[in-house]
């Protein structure tokens, strides 16, 4: 069974940065596209940010141009680089593959933004 674990979030000022880890207990960045989402209180889990195999990426239109996804197939690992955080960003953050839910969701890593 994969396990997927989040990690990276924190307390950030607006404007600041983080970079969220999202490492993979097996090999499966190979054979699925993935995708980073996200869950405020009170709101439905949303999807982020999407990479696809052939290492394609696409945005929700809130975090085009300030966040990043990108992938490090050798370390079982993919990533979400945020800049310029605002305090909407803030949310529990999770990986999985990408629109189809194939693995356990993992515990999530907390993102707060605020001054």
């Known amino acids: 069974q994969v396990q997927l674990v989040e990690s990276g979030g924190g307390l950030v000022q607006p404007g600041g940065s983080l970079r969220l880890s999202c490492a993979a207990s097996g090999s499966i960045f190979g054979r699925n596209a993935m995708a980073w989402y996200r869950q405020a209180p009170g709101k439905q889990r949303e999807l982020v940010a999407s990479?696809?195999?052939?290492?394609?990426?696409n945005y929700a239109s809130s975090v085009t141009g300030r966040f990043t996804i990108s992938r490090d197939t050798a370390k079982n690992t993919v990533y979400l680089q945020m800049n310029s955080l605002k305090p909407e960003d803030t949310a529990v953050y999770y990986c999985?593959?990408?629109?189809?839910?194939?693995?356990?969701w993992g515990q999530g890593t907390q993102v707060t933004v605020s001054s």
């Open positions: 999985n593959t990408f629109l189809i839910i194939r693995y356990d």
């Open positions: 990479i696809t195999t052939g290492g394609s990426t």
